[in-house]
């Protein structure tokens, strides 16, 4: 006698209901996403008990006649797919056939459709798995599933539902992602007979209804996507670094217009969001991808919540290239509102105009630098003229020196021009945005046009200088200085392993180190914008950075980005360092300037604005 037998039909369901059923949101879900592939305009969730006591969808699709009623219930019975050419090429949410069978192997299920024109609509009970009962009724066009004791005769699995808060926070995410899948779709939702959520058919847009989703979580504006590529259109918006972090804030995805869970598509944003978010966030927002079904493979998993890309490296590259588009965008709009700088186009920094790039110049220093390692020039030129300043031990070739008496020090590897004479920005008492003083030493106050504003020293000079050297190493021009006497080290395992892998990148940055014997190495030149630094300094920093990312998924544009983070970081200003106002000026002309600003290469925010009317109210005027 066989040992293999075939389950009943009513145990297979139920095994099926185990991957489809999850829990009251799996049922919500699988019904709108039926009512939104019937053509419905207007979606009704009703709900009692957390989902487990009753859970009521109502349509007003296309709607269902008797024979399709009783289809419906079949296993793998579906009208959205004819062919096995199709499943490359799926356009509806659903289409497997498999939830409506194994929802009602697990409550009490009816089912009642009425198609519209005909005079009459029919309803069927389901009783655990059982039909019960089919008949004719009078009911309005469209479709009503309604769902009662879920999971009542599977005690084990109701033991594993949460509590009703839980489960109801569950459905609630279902309605806000199909809210915002089909922005023109009415959609509403109650529990226990009181109103949660009420969108109108027709009348939302998607910057409508995600501000209307996240409104709560907003202080500002938000960051508008809107990018056509090669193989994909990316649109949608994200919420401002500053405010990822807002309690329940997080990324929705949605693919062809299905709410899916994506960890390279959070990777992407995450990536073009790179030196503008702080340690530890992540993105948040509503991200729409659209693109040829034929690129995606949503047949991966029974809840369709999981996708795969056929082409997963071009389109990361392609969003993490949308994303950093709009964060350019989002600048022209800080610097819009700070500055009062006109936008060049609406959310979007494709017709913005050029702006001229900073003059190479004399690194903008606080302390004299070592005699040995003179920088020649660095990213940002905030001369401290009206400061005495003691003769330099050593000059490189941007300054000119008294004729030295012996050879002159080594000259600095560098291509750089001499600096551009300083000049303070042509701004009046009743300009938009006029700098008043220093605060704490570390802290820039402004006032604006309505309020003020606190710039962090720090990290706007970071910033500034970050981006420069960015461009410095990607045109190879990143300028080093040479030592007047080079220095000996004795490199660890560890680090002469740094040197062969990441030889070239360190060349790039100014480094120049050479193979003296066995463990010893000679520095030769170091990066020209840390040379208040000592060389060993410099060195041991850098191997550091190189060393705690080994084995770390990044590429080496990111690598290299904090690598030129940290620079930038060890060679700005410091709080506590005392400004003058020509150099406070010079700061905030160089920002008014910059492409990029508002954080500093580790997310940072650098400025905060502080509004008359929030001033006002502090003080009761």
């Known amino acids: 006698m066989s040992k293999i037998k075939i389950l009943p039909e009513n145990l297979a369901n139920q095994i099926a209901a185990g991957e489809v059923v999850e829990r009251p949101a799996s049922v919500v879900k699988e019904f709108v996403e039926n009512s939104v592939d019937a053509g419905a305009g207007r979606i009704m969730v009703q709900v009692e008990g957390g989902g487990n006591r009753l859970i009521r969808v109502i349509d007003d699709g296309e709607g269902m006649d008797q024979d399709d009623i009783l289809l419906s219930l079949e296993r793998h019975a579906t009208s959205k797919l004819l062919t096995a050419e199709q499943l490359s090429r799926i356009l509806t949410l659903g289409f497997r056939g498999e939830a409506i069978p194994s929802i009602a192997s697990v409550c009490r299920l009816t089912i009642t459709s009425r198609i519209?024109?005909?005079?009459?609509?029919?309803?069927?009970?389901?009783?655990?798995?059982?039909?019960?009962?089919?008949?004719?009724?009078?009911?309005?066009?469209g479709t009503v599933m309604e769902v009662r004791d879920l999971f009542a005769n599977v005690p084990a699995r109701r033991k594993f539902l949460k509590t009703a808060r839980t489960e109801l926070a569950h459905i609630d995410e279902i309605i806000v992602n199909s809210a915002l899948a089909m922005p023109q779709l009415g959609l509403t939702y109650t529990v226990d007979g009181r109103d949660i959520r009420a969108f109108a058919p027709g009348i939302d847009t998607l910057a409508s209804r995600v501000q209307l989703i996240m409104g709560g979580q907003l202080q500002g504006g938000m960051i508008r996507l809107d990018a056509q590529l090669e193989d994909l259109?990316?649109?949608g918006f994200l919420l401002p670094p500053d405010e990822a972090a807002a309690a329940g804030a997080r990324l929705r995805?949605?693919?062809?217009?299905?709410?899916?869970?994506?960890?390279?598509?959070?990777?992407?944003?995450t990536e073009g969001m790179h030196n503008f978010l702080m340690k530890g966030r992540r993105p948040a927002g509503a991200l729409f991808l659209e693109l040829d079904p034929e690129l995606v493979d949503?047949?991966?998993?029974?809840?369709?919540?999981?996708?795969?890309?056929?082409?997963?490296?071009?389109?990361?590259?392609?969003?993490?290239?949308?994303v950093g588009?709009?964060?350019?965008?989002?600048?022209?709009?800080?610097?819009?509102?700070?500055?009062?700088?006109?936008?060049?186009?609406?959310?979007?920094?494709?017709?913005?105009?050029?702006?001229?790039?900073?003059?190479?110049?004399?690194?903008?220093?606080?302390?004299?630098?070592?005699?040995?390692?003179?920088?020649?020039?660095?990213?940002?030129?905030?001369?401290?003229a009206a400061r005495p300043r003691p003769e330099p031990a050593v000059a490189g070739p941007a300054q000119t020196p008294p004729p030295p008496a012996k050879p002159?020090?080594?000259?600095?590897?560098?291509?750089?021009?001499?600096?551009?004479?300083?000049?303070?920005?042509d701004r009046?008492?009743?300009?938009?945005?006029?700098?008043?003083g220093q605060f704490m030493k570390s802290y820039l106050l402004c006032e604006t046009a309505d309020g003020i504003a606190v710039i962090d020293q720090h990290a706007a000079h970071e910033r500034l200088l970050f981006e420069q050297l960015k461009r410095q190493y990607e045109q190879m021009d990143l300028p080093a200085q040479a030592l007047l006497f080079p220095e000996m080290i004795e490199c660890t395992p560890g680090q002469i392993e740094v040197l062969k892998k990441h030889g070239e990148e360190i060349r790039r940055i100014g480094l120049v180190i050479q193979e003296f014997g066995g463990q010893s190495y000679v520095i030769k030149a170091v990066p020209a914008i840390l040379g208040q630094l000592g060389p060993q300094e410099i060195v041991t920093g850098i191997f550091d950075h190189f060393l705690r990312r080994e084995g770390r998924a990044k590429g080496e544009a990111l690598r290299m980005d904090d690598m030129l983070a940290m620079m930038a970081c060890?060679?700005?200003?410091?709080?506590?360092?005392?400004?003058?106002?020509?150099?406070?000026?010079?700061?905030?002309?160089?920002?008014?300037?910059?492409?990029?600003?508002?954080h500093c290469p580790h997310g940072r925010p650098v400025l905060k604005i502080f509004s008359a009317a929030e001033i006002k109210k502090w003080f009761f005027r």
């Open 116 to 141: 519209a024109g005909a005079e009459l609509g029919n309803q069927a009970e389901v009783r655990f798995g059982q039909l019960r009962r089919v008949h004719e009724m009078g009911c309005s066009p």
């Open 233 to 235: 259109s990316v649109h």
């Open 253 to 269: 995805i949605f693919v062809n217009r299905r709410a899916v869970r994506d960890r390279m598509i959070n990777h992407a944003v």
């Open 298 to 322: 949503v047949n991966v998993h029974p809840t369709k919540q999981e996708i795969r890309f056929r082409q997963s490296s071009n389109i990361h590259q392609q969003i993490v290239m949308a």
């Open 325 to 384: 588009q709009a964060m350019l965008g989002h600048q022209c709009k800080v610097q819009h509102a700070v500055f009062g700088r006109p936008l060049a186009g609406q959310d979007s920094v494709k017709n913005r105009p050029a702006v001229p790039l900073p003059s190479p110049a004399p690194a903008w220093q606080l302390h004299e630098p070592p005699p040995l390692a003179q920088p020649v020039q660095a990213a940002v030129s905030l001369p401290l």
């Open 408 to 425: 002159a020090a080594a000259p600095a590897v560098s291509r750089g021009k001499p600096a551009a004479p300083f000049r303070l920005p």
């Open 428 to 436: 009046q008492p009743g300009d938009r945005f006029r700098y008043v």
């Open 570 to 598: 060890k060679a700005a200003v410091k709080a506590h360092d005392i400004l003058l106002p020509e150099e406070g000026e010079e700061l905030l002309r160089r920002m008014e300037e910059a492409e990029v600003f508002s």
